[in-house]
């Protein structure tokens, strides 16, 4: 018997372009000992860099202590003493000292997971969510594939340094309202996802303001907000009061990118919004956290000395060493690099070594990277850029996977 039409559609006649190379590279992955020759991933956004770190923390005795109450029904949208823990850590670290209540969050399976339920909650089926391009081409899917919102981008251009500006994503409303369209929001990933730029306090208050202005939600995916490598100054959407927000802010945050813990799967959403926080009661079965796995998050952020002399530190340092040797390996090449600010990536524009400056000439370099380089990054088509030849490497990987990888795009760059 055939599958629905819908998840025939959506899973087996186009499969996520993300989602099959990550599984083509898992098929052949490089090892420095026994497969020189295997697949270099730098484009699944997964951070590498602390593994020894986490591997010594997890390891310590104490960190996972089964209690019976943990095997039955609890901690749906996120445990008691998680939901605490969580709101001290972002009191501390992102809200400037704005006081983060516990009630107002709730725990999911992942940021993928928040995306959709906030697109369920927010959108019915072709209601329309304005976001930046180019972008991180998973909110479309997360947001689109089952809750069916759609997705309308507003490109940002090289000519503007990739510049965010509130009032381009105005004009586009006006004009989709005009239309019949009924707009429900507007993302804005900072830092963002792919050119790992962090936007000031001017922008995110601009959004803000557009947001009350239309009454539209601001759907604010910080999920890099603590991988910030240089002195760039960063507002969380939390520093925002509940008078100040209206109930149309939602924060987004998780483990998989500042402490690589994707396999986790813990995602955080917080909102001043009853509304919305019961909704997200409401679907809490489809998308809890296992209580252990809450209980070992807990543990490591009540340990706020290792996070402060050991993981943190330690991250930041090495994530800014691979920017730099990205710069030191392709530096001599005639190509741009985007200064980055944050996060896993960065973002580089390879249009002069495209046959014709087309999307067609861009993925011919892409398979040519993939299937003789055996190295997968993501060419900009992916995230919307309708420039030629941008691609976003992941420089989150070991120094020696980060340089053969390099090493593999120069040579395939100069053949």
């Not at 830092?191 to 959004?207: A, H, L, M, R, W």
């Not at 330690?314 to 800014?320: E, G, P």
């Amino acid at each position: 018997m055939s599958l629905s039409e819908r998840a025939s559609t959506t899973y087996l006649k186009n499969q996520e372009f993300l989602m099959k190379c990550f599984a083509l590279c898992l098929k052949n992955p490089y090892c420095k000992k026994i497969n020189k020759d295997g697949m270099i991933n730098m484009g699944t956004a997964v951070n590498q860099l602390s593994e020894d770190i986490l591997q010594e923390k997890l390891n310590q005795p104490g960190m996972f202590e089964h209690k019976p109450d943990l095997q039955h029904y609890c901690g749906l949208n996120g445990t008691l003493e998680f939901t605490k823990t969580l709101a001290n850590f972002f009191t501390s670290r992102l809200s400037h000292g704005v006081e983060i209540h516990p009630e107002k969050i709730r725990v999911v399976n992942g940021v993928s997971s928040a995306l959709e339920a906030l697109a369920f909650c927010i959108c019915d089926p072709g209601d329309i969510i304005l976001i930046a391009l180019p972008t991180y081409a998973r909110f479309i899917a997360d947001m689109g594939e089952r809750s069916n919102a759609k997705l309308v981008g507003i490109e940002l251009t090289a000519e503007d340094n990739f510049d965010l500006k509130p009032e381009r994503f105005e004009k586009e409303l006006l004009k989709l309202q005009e239309q019949g369209e009924k707009v429900r929001g507007i993302i804005l990933c900072n830092p963002s996802n792919p050119i790992g730029k962090v936007y000031n306090k001017e922008t995110v208050d601009d959004f803000l303001d557009l947001c009350i202005k239309y009454n539209i939600h601001l759907i604010a995916d910080e999920i890099y907000a603590l991988s910030i490598y240089d002195n760039s100054k960063f507002l969380s959407v939390l520093n925002y009061t509940e008078n100040q927000t209206k109930g149309l802010v939602h924060f987004l945050w998780g483990f998989s990118k500042d402490f690589g813990i994707a396999g986790f799967r813990v995602g955080v959403i917080h909102t001043h919004s009853k509304d919305m926080l019961q909704a997200l009661d409401g679907l809490g079965i489809y998308v809890s956290v296992s209580t252990h796995i809450q209980q070992v998050c807990n543990k490591m952020l009540l340990d706020t000395d290792w996070l402060d002399k050991v993981y943190f530190p330690n991250n930041i340092k090495r994530l800014r060493n691979s920017f730099e040797i990205v710069k030191e390996v392709l530096g001599d090449l005639d190509i741009r690099i985007v200064k980055a600010s944050a996060g896993l990536f960065c973002w580089l524009d390879f249009s002069k070594y495209l046959e014709k400056e087309d999307t067609e000439s861009e993925i011919k370099l892409f398979k040519r990277l993939f299937d003789e380089g055996k190295v997968y990054i993501v060419p900009g088509s992916e995230f919307g850029c309708t420039t030629p030849g941008w691609f976003r490497i992941i420089i989150s990987v070991s120094e020696d996977i980060l340089r053969v990888g390099l090493t593999r795009i120069k040579q395939i760059l100069t053949a």
